[in-house]
């Protein structure tokens, strides 16, 4: 694979991850102009290693060294002390001023090895050696990172506050896992999988555990159904056995392809559903709330999660859906914050925060949405969604 830059243009410039003792080591090949004989080599050497601590810094590495790892320097046997380019480890991150950093590591080179009585300055862009060290790659991750190090990256953001992986879960109901199996159900406190040898029932606080170090470190093992949900908890990609930070020029092409594929269909029954629930009115009322809005405002909610529904449940089209409001009600349902009891009230699961509020207002409101034709499939929000 070539190695690119973020706009995915090719750069010129021959680096290797290599194994080295109990770590890591980049290796920056030199860069020269052209000679006789010989062309032009690597004259991207200071945008490529740029960008390599920038990528280096998603990822929290720590350089404990940085050497002229020369030819020259080799030949002449100078040791490590004498080639070194810093004093101290650089502890990257993604606020670090590469730029400045890239700098000082060029004009550190041109000391190095230099003649005494020298008058001119030596070369700044040489073979250089940086060793790592980056949470959870170790010396057999070498190929890995490499591959990672050559790539275009995508930034991942994630808010400000904690990632309810809960949320994240309930609105994938119904995804396949990488490894094979299947969400089922997201009720409190667990998540439900079908796999090949049977249902599985996960404690949230496991997969919220390993979720917080993946938006941490940007990589975690999926070698269990754990790491399974927390690749699709975070919209991650699988790479040898690792959940990564899917790099955008792949993501963009991935999801054009399913766009084209599933939203026309959607949208049709969606129409459908709306055109049932709705009519000619242009003002309905919310399921769940109780208000009327304008029909834009207004959501053909399945009550249970389309994925998992049977042909036959997805074409109950009369029973299966409810309008719920864009302001709130819709969202609440989803992630399981409201459901509808047997009797048709309104239950909320409390949080214990500000939420807590609005939630008062829906408790115990009796909706019409619950009939015989329903009851199944809000019974089975209430056993597999619902948060209470």
């Not at 601590?53 to 404990?64: C, K, P, Q, T």
């Not at 070194?84 to 950093?101: C, K, Q, S």
């Not at 949900?229 to 792949?250: F, N």
Request: hydrophobic share 40%.
């Amino acid at each position: 694979m070539p190695f690119t830059n973020d706009s995915g243009r090719p750069l010129h410039a021959d680096f290797a991850i290599e194994a080295e003792g109990d770590g890591l080591s980049l290796v920056l090949a030199s860069s020269s102009g052209r000679a006789a004989g010989r062309d032009v080599r690597n004259p991207d050497y200071r945008e490529a290693l740029e960008l390599l601590l920038r990528r280096l810094g998603d990822r929290r590495a720590v350089v404990s060294e940085v050497l002229v790892d020369s030819l020259r320097t080799q030949q002449r046997n100078l040791p490590e002390e004498e080639r070194r380019l810093v004093r101290e480890p650089l502890r990257l991150a993604p606020g670090t001023d590469f730029l400045a950093l890239r700098r000082q590591l060029t004009r550190a080179q041109r000391r190095i090895g230099q003649s005494e009585g020298a008058t001119t300055a030596g070369n700044g862009t040489r073979r250089i050696r940086l060793r790592l060290e980056i949470p959870e790659y170790g010396p057999q991750d070498a190929a890995r990172l490499q591959r990672e190090l050559e790539r275009p990256q995508i930034d991942v953001v994630w808010p400000a506050g904690r990632v309810d992986v809960a949320d994240e879960l309930r609105v994938r109901i119904g995804e396949q896992l990488p490894g094979g199996g299947h969400i089922v159900a997201v009720p409190a406190g667990a998540v439900v999988v079908e796999t090949a040898g049977g249902r599985v029932e996960v404690p949230v606080g496991d997969v919220q555990v390993r979720l917080d170090r993946f938006t941490r470190t940007g990589t975690a093992p999926v070698e269990d159904v754990v790491g399974a949900l927390v690749a699709v908890a975070a919209g991650a990609g699988v790479e040898d056995g690792r959940a990564v930070r899917t790099p955008l020029k792949r993501t963009v092409r991935q999801f054009a392809e399913l766009d084209g594929r599933v939203t026309a269909k959607y949208r049709k029954e969606q129409g459908a559903l709306r055109s049932l629930l709705v009519g000619d009115d242009e003002v309905a009322p919310c399921a769940l709330c109780g208000r009327p809005f304008p029909v834009e405002f207004l959501v053909a909610a399945h009550v249970k999660k389309r994925q998992v529904a049977t042909d036959d449940e997805r074409q109950d089209l009369e029973n299966i859906a409810m309008l719920a409001c864009s302001f709130g009600c819709d969202k609440l349902f989803e992630l399981g914050y409201v459901t509808v009891g047997e009797d048709g009230a309104v239950l909320t699961a409390s949080t214990g925060g500000p939420l807590d509020l609005h939630l008062e207002l829906l408790r115990g409101r009796v909706t019409e949405s619950l009939h015989d034709g329903s009851a199944p499939y809000f019974r089975w929000h209430r056993e597999n969604v619902f948060r209470g």
